[in-house]
């Protein structure tokens, strides 16, 4: 198994869980992952990623004698890397290249064989320029708001990569349009099956959970919308776990449409608050949107742990979401309509105990079968593999 040299934008980083669930699976696999970020993260970290504070090489702590004596120039190899600087727009020729070659002075002291960037930002570009100063393979992976509103360079980067990781069909349909369709590989992000352990309640709980950030893409301001329209006399009772620029805002709406006793907002928690809180809600509600950005949840995790804790989920048919959930595990109403989404919610109250049940059962099934890291990241190692064998020959 080849090792992997992963160019971050800061890491650890609290809320991209999904970075280090990815590691950890790829080591299952047997690489070996060397995690390459710009700089450390300010932001508080989640336990199981305290190790990668020590594990992280970063960037910024690389000079000018750690290149010298690391990133070999040859001559055929450093006119790729400054053509392709020269061709993207979005990061200055001077500081990609520099950052470039203390990526590949990392990458190249610590023997990694293929580099993998998230993000199709400023870290792809990087890893592609590092990759070709040590003639090894590259990818990077999309997620939502480096595609959909800022996707800079995306067609040059997709051309340049050896190949590339889109998280849901839609996105690689999109990739596909741009570039090379045969490199495009469909990836759902996938969550650690242990860390989300089957709820056993199954009693009706007329309270629902909504988890995220207070953003226009997760579409809070239709879901008070929704409580609106539904019977007052039996409305659920709704807690908002997560904090954002709309905060303020939603405690207006909340107060203006007479909700505030059913709706609650909780602020932010850790990881660990949904594996411990889970039983006591009846299902998750996620009514994600475009936003007026752009802006979109393209496969979103808290979706798939909902459902490994067996939650029913009300959702919307967007972007990955069609994916995760089907007609067994929860509701798929169009996106940024109340209506359909107020109906939903009475149905989902209205479920007899059975179906309920069955519902709770399928829903963790779902997750197993299609999306597990382990299961998911097969898709990357076996990518990576492939180039770096296809290179060496």
């Keep these: 198994m080849k090792k992997v040299g992963y160019v971050l ?10 970075v280090g669930t990815e590691i950890r699976a790829m080591e299952q696999l047997g690489h070996s992952v060397v995690p390459i970020a710009f700089e450390p993260s300010s932001e508080p970290v989640q336990n199981k ?21 690391n990133c070999p120039l040859k001559l055929g190899q450093l ?24 990526v590949a002075a990392i990458a190249k002291k610590q023997g990694c064989q293929h580099l993998h960037a998230h993000f199709a930002l ?15 393979s590259v990818s990077f992976v999309g997620h939502g708001f480096d595609v959909y509103v800022e996707p800079y360079d995306l067609a040059l980067k997709l051309e340049s990569a050896d190949f590339v990781i889109a998280v849901c069909n839609q996105m690689k349909q999109d990739f596909e349009r741009l570039g090379k369709a045969n490199s495009v590989k469909l990836m759902h992000c ?3 099956l242990n860390a989300f352990p089957l709820t056993n309640s199954q009693a009706f709980v007329n309270r629902l959970l909504f988890v995220g950030r207070l953003v226009d893409k997760k ?15 039996s409305l659920p009772q709704i807690d908002i776990v997560g904090d954002g620029p709309l905060r303020k805002q939603l405690e207006q709406e909340i107060e203006r449409r007479g909700l505030n006793e059913c709706v609650h907002l ?30 979109k949840d393209t496969g979103p995790l808290v979706i798939k742990e909902a459902m490994a804790l067996g939650l029913p989920v009300i959702s919307t048919d967007f972007m990955g979401v069609k994916e995760i959930i089907d007609e067994h595990t929860g509701w798929k109403v ?31 099934q779902r997750v197993e079968r299609l999306f597990t890291s382990a299961e998911t990241t097969k898709i990357l190692s076996n990518a990576i593999n492939q180039v770096s064998y296809e290179l060496s020959h």
Excluded at 346 to 361: A, N
């Design 219 to 233: 579409g809070i301001h239709y879901l008070l919308q929704a409580l609106s329209l539904m019977d007052r006399t």
């Design 49 to 69: 990623d305290l190790r990668f504070l020590d594990e992280t090489y970063y960037v910024s702590d690389i000079g000018l004698i750690d290149v010298l004596a």
């Design 190 to 192: 996938g969550i650690d």
């Design 9 to 18: 934008t800061a890491f650890p980083v609290l809320s991209e869980t999904f």
């Design 79 to 102: 006119k790729d890397a400054i053509g392709f600087s020269k061709k993207q727009t979005s990061v200055r020729f001077r500081s990609l290249m520099w950052q470039a070659l203390k």
């Design 266 to 295: 909780l602020g932010s928690k850790d990881a660990d608050w949904l594996k411990a809180n889970a039983g006591e809600y009846g299902g998750l509600v996620a009514p994600f949107c475009e936003a007026t950005n752009g802006d």
């Design 122 to 136: 400023s870290s792809a570009a990087t890893a592609i320029v590092a990759a070709k100063l040590l003639n090894i």
């Design 334 to 364: 169009e996106a940024s309509n109340s209506i359909e989404l107020a109906e939903a919610m009475t149905q989902w109250q209205l479920l007899d105990t059975e179906t309920r049940k069955s519902m709770i059962v399928a829903a963790r």
